[in-house]
């Protein structure tokens, strides 16, 4: 789960990319993954909590990477028209490490 770098708590990605199309990130950076990876990693983002801010490459790249596909996966996951996210990103995230989890389970079982 990515956490504030600073004061340590939990973050929410839909509040995270929110801040991101309010700078006015446009819809070609969120559609071509290394455009989208650069332009997070230098990204200064606002903790809610602390008010500290820090640079996306301080949170996990892999969940960053997993948000890019889980934007670019479901149509419509952007209200472009007022720069908000529609996706609950960290229960799909969370769902998805629970799926991972299960599968690793089941191949040593089955090993
Ligand atoms: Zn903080």
Redesign the pocket.
Known sequence: MAR?P??G?ALDWAELINQMLEKGVGEDVFKDRDKFMETFNDFVFK?P??G?EFYGRNLPASETEKVFELLNDFKGSIDWDNKRVRLRLNSLLALDSMLENWDRKMSQKRS
């Open positions: 504030c600073l004061c708590k903790c909590h602390c500290e």
